[in-house]
DNA sequence: AGAGCACATAAGGTCAGACCAATTCTCTTC
DNA sequence: GAAGAGAATTGGTCTGACCTTATGTGCTCT
């Protein structure tokens, strides 16, 4: 029996002491072993499948199942002829599987831009309170980004992208900045098709001034609060300009990349 | 729910033409477009991995490398001799990926509390906001099982878990619900094993009973502060529990039986 | 006639070997 | 020494077969 991977870890329904190991899990199970104990770190190349194939005792098909499933969590990269790799880069969460669940549960934009609310409200709050001086920086760059692209949605929208995550990357929080990507990348893929018929870029823009200044005053309550306000006229502004789009919008491209 | 997926997806569904794309990528975006267009909703069956090999034109194998992705995201779930379903019950998104995530770049257990906290502290005004009078019980009756099972720290444990659910339950978001959920397992995955060496339960306890009384009393402002000082001493309870455990900890399991 | 059991069928899980395609390395050649 | 051609490596896919588990059907026994 496959179930997703993921620890059920909630209350009493943890009893299943099934030693029924499926052999793909095996192999997920393997790199797992080799990652928490150090011996893969990102950017490493994995053994070859055939040799991992022999190691473990299983077809080279079984192989390939688990290292699919590895590379649908993010955690491998495949390139033929080349190898299979651990992700390298950044921390980064896939918004494959939060996509899938959009769908299949019907979540409307206004669930998903409420959570990504309270994620980024709290981003800024934390960035505040840190006041890390270096992280200023790359944040006013994009404010001066957006203010000087107030005539190209498509660029205003890059520099808003990356507003939202050097915030993000001030709060100092890798685990918070892979959830706010996440989600955010959710939001974004729409408003990139809708962004031609904004309007309010120059208010957009204010805004997000309003919110670097908190930051850099290492005011939290007050970035809490602009970044609050932002969210919600950009929810709403969004929403006015998508008015029959669906909410559930699937990934071009889930496994991968 | 916004739409009844009315607008016709045309974009990404129809750029297949290229070649170039995997094959297991291509059962993945089929299911994905099945789920998107309504045809295959929570727990329904898929169809048998060899007619859905033959209907793409793609061998079994490369069916079944596309549904092990599938179930890596926790999207489908299959049972030997029954078939493949589409995952049902509550929406979850599983701990896998922030699991390898963690092992793979040093997660410490402080940032992993922090990024919780900013999910459930958000959860906890937005529960006392929405004031929903048909989630207090649940959340009274957690309380009332903590204070029962003070010299039980396991059985304690559980209903410890079952309130913070219950709370991102009454915050009516299943996005936001999910996400607590997912970072929540990684932090009690450890405190399963630690809540023996627990001294402090009942003014655990207690610190519950005032979070529950502020929602109950939709007072958003102290619920969101008796949340924070509630994990905030809940985090240092635990690293006083443990000094020396790791912080990437993948499951025990990260598949299922 | 109804209940229980056994077998047939269906479906996922695995294996084996082969071939293709892209990349990388190496050795030759200028 | 550098550039190019060819060989070796490695992931991607296919074919076909067999096993294990679940389900459903029909037969037998009561």
Redesign the pocket.
């Known amino acids: ?2 179930k997703p991977f993921g620890a059920p870890m909630t209350d009493e329904t943890q009893k299943d002491p099934a030693l ?1 190991i ?3 899990d095996q192999v997920v199970r393997h790199i797992a072993l080799l990652i928490e104990r150090g011996a893969l770190r990102p950017g490493d190349r ?1 053994v ?3 040799e991992l194939a022999q190691e473990l ?6 192989v ?2 688990g ?1 699919h499933a590895l590379a649908a969590m993010g955690v491998t990269e ?7 790799f651990i992700t390298g880069g950044p921390p980064r969460l896939g918004a494959g599987p939060l996509s899938f669940l959009a769908a299949l549960h019907g979540f409307t934009r206004d669930q998903i831009f409420e959570a990504r609310k309270v994620l980024e409200v709290g981003a800024a709050g934390l960035a505040a309170e840190r006041g890390l001086a270096d992280r200023l920086a790359p944040m006013a760059e994009e404010v001066t980004g957006m203010f000087a692209t107030l005539t190209e949605p498509q660029t205003f929208l890059v520099h808003d992208v990356r507003f939202h995550r050097a915030i993000a990357a001030a709060a100092d929080n890798p685990v918070l900045l892979a959830l706010v990507e996440m989600i955010s990348s959710l939001v974004y893929e729409q408003r990139r098709r809708t962004v031609e018929h904004a309007i309010d870029l120059k208010e957009s823009a204010e805004m997000h001034r309003r919110i670097y200044q908190a930051i850099r005053d290492r005011d939290p309550e007050r970035a809490r609060l602009e970044m609050t306000r932002h969210l919600d006229l950009a929810r709403a502004a969004q929403a006015s300009e998508q008015l029959d789009l669906p909410a559930g919008v699937l990934p071009s491209k889930v496994v991968g990349g």
């Open positions: 029996m496959v029924d499926q052999s793909a994995l070859p499948e055939r005792g299983v077809s080279r098909p079984t390939r199942a290292l495949s390139r033929q002829g080349a190898g299979t």
